[in-house]
């Protein structure tokens, strides 16, 4: 029941976006028999990059990427057409009331309505040699990269739930985990902080509280960083890897193309029908 995208259709409705969001949208659109196309360049969406999922009625306990393809699964039970790419342009006809998605490879797609759901990429410190060493010790990613360090020393930037099970799930390899948070305590879920203690106790987890890093320092590979306060008597901190997990920052740069007004953090502004400022424009 599924197609591929066809350049030829007016479809009803065009899905930027393979995540849970997008993929949620198109079972639903699917189900109302609308003529629908989901599109996108990262199948199943950050949700891929998570271990494990507790919180999701239904199942105890599924990793990222079963819960991904579990609905990305259901979706397809139903007639959609599915595209994947990149999507680098969105147009608007006022007059024919229509989007024009055009993916990088020049492939232009034409719906009645547009609904957004591209979600958030992860929040970069700032600070200098971050960027010159992303991949190279800096990263956002402890399952997809964090295999890489067994028995090394690693730091996890940030003091979230998200941060927290980050370090929990590097402890599977890492010799030692340091938290390294700005603020006075990290404010993990309940159930991840007691994991976080019973971790703390075995010496595979220490928390650097009321700490920035302020510097990325390495030659071919990251050495450490350097905080804005002494760890025991010394600024530079001595790190195999070091994992940001400090919040994302919504991809919505698509949506400012046409028109759609963002709030101060850059995020999509909706209704209480999930619409935009501009008809026909959705963002979830």
């Not at 309505?113 to 979600?119: R, Y």
């Not at 410190?125 to 990269?145: I, M, N, Q, R």
């Not at 370090?167 to 390899?173: G, P, S």
């Not at 025991?232 to 997990?245: H, Q, S, T």
Request: hydrophobic share 35%; with cysteine; aromatic share 8%.
């Amino acid at each position: 029941m599924v197609g591929k995208g066809n350049p030829k259709q007016l479809y009803d409705l065009i899905i930027i976006g393979t995540g849970v969001s997008g993929w949620g949208a198109a079972m639903y659109a699917g189900r109302m028999q609308l003529k629908t196309l989901i599109v996108g360049d990262l199948p199943g969406g950050t949700i891929m990059l998570t271990d494990d999922v507790e919180n999701y009625p239904g199942f105890k306990k599924l990793t990222g990427p079963e819960l991904a393809q579990n609905i990305e699964e259901h979706a397809k039970e139903y007639a959609i057409d599915v595209e994947d790419g990149f999507v680098s342009d969105i147009g608007r006809d006022e007059k024919k009331k229509t989007f024009s998605v055009t993916l990088k490879n020049g492939t232009t797609f034409k719906s009645k309505t547009v609904l957004l759901a591209t979600g958030t990429k992860p929040r970069k410190l700032g600070v200098p040699g971050e960027d010159s060493y992303f991949g190279k010790g800096v990263h956002t990613c402890a399952l997809c990269d964090g295999a890489f360090y067994k028995d090394k020393i690693i730091g996890v930037v940030g003091g979230s739930d998200s941060a927290a099970k980050e370090a929990l799930l590097l402890t599977q390899w890492g010799k030692k985990v340091y938290i390294i948070y700005r603020g006075e305590h990290i404010h993990p879920e309940p159930v991840n902080m007691t994991r976080i203690e019973k971790k703390i106790k075995e010496g595979k987890i220490e928390i650097l509280n009321n700490t920035n890093v302020v510097e990325v320092k390495g030659q071919k590979y990251i050495t450490g960083v350097v905080l804005d306060k002494p760890y025991k008597g010394k600024k530079e901190f001595v790190l195999d890897a070091v994992f940001v997990e400090i919040g994302h920052i919504a991809l919505s740069d698509l949506a400012h193309k046409v028109g759609v007004v963002l709030n101060k953090k850059g995020e999509i502004i909706i209704d209480r029908n999930a619409q935009t400022n501009i008809p026909g424009f959705y963002a979830a």
